[in-house]
């Protein structure tokens, strides 16, 4: 049965496109099939893709489909329902009428955000789409709140620390893996292509084992984040602590 995920939010460079690579260079590691939808004209995903195979690291089990209008969307997810195991949705910030169609046909909301008070503003911008969306509509995907380019001083920031408390008042889920330093990871991604593909350096010098340590810790994040989104459309709670 093909699972469909979405990365909303109406500002650029909330980490949309960031999380959805994550999820599908994770869930493409693990075996399944995996089509990205993007409706960014910027084209992030697709350039990770075109990058890592140009680099001679081609992303087994991810496609790619760029979708410019509306009509579009419905179309390419019935012909993919069934054929493939993950669908993920990369909604441009700024194409607000594209996040009804996407809002229906996802069964998981991600709203990636960073600690500035602009990120939390536009969060709260996209959610009173989504929670009108909800309320008129006969959906009712589960939606969470994800935290990510977070620093060890940003643990404190109400908006990380308080985000379960927020997330009730909102009615969503509140993400328990948050995404450490996310442009770390956009920057891995772009050399690398698959983060959980990646294999060890084998240099051993202070520099050398610095890097596999990094290798390590983002591979065990990235698998966390993933099986926890995975987790919450199979049902399973998330506990924040």
């Known amino acids: 049965m093909t699972k469909t995920i979405s990365a909303i939010s109406t500002k650029g460079g909330s980490g ?3 999380t959805i690579r994550i999820l599908a260079s994770q869930l493409a590691h693990e075996g399944n099939t995996v089509v990205i ?6 084209g ?3 350039e990770w893709i075109a990058n890592a195979e140009q680099r001679g690291n081609k992303i087994p089990n991810v496609g790619f489909k760029e979708i410019e209008q509306l009509s579009h969307i419905s179309p390419v997810i019935q012909h993919l329902r069934g054929k493939v195991d993950y669908i993920l949705f990369d909604v441009q910030g700024a194409k607000t009428e594209m996040i009804l169609p996407v809002a229906e046909a996802s069964e998981l909301i991600i709203l990636p955000y960073a600690t500035t008070d602009d990120d939390w503003v536009n969060l709260l911008k996209t959610f009173k789409i989504l929670d009108r969306i909800r309320k ?3 959906i009712d995907p589960k939606i969470v709140l994800s935290p990510n380019r977070i620093t060890a001083p ?5 908006y990380v620390k308080q985000r379960s408390e927020i ?3 909102m009615n969503v889920l509140a993400a328990e893996r948050l995404i450490w330093k996310r442009g770390f990871y956009s920057e891995m991604l772009k050399r690398y292509g698959s983060i959980p593909s990646l294999k060890e350096v084998s240099d051993s010098s202070k520099k050398g084992r610095e890097m596999n340590d990094s ?5 065990k994040e990235i698998k966390e984040f993933t099986d926890e989104m995975t987790g919450l459309i199979a049902g399973h709670t998330t506990k924040v602590a």
């Open 136 to 138: 008129s509509e006969p």
């Open 16 to 18: 949309k496109s960031t």
């Open 215 to 219: 290798i390590k810790n983002c591979k």
């Open 167 to 169: 997330a009730k008042q």
């Open 154 to 158: 940003d643990v404190h920031n109400p």
């Open 44 to 46: 992030s995903c697709a």
């Open 37 to 42: 939808l993007d409706t960014d004209p910027q």
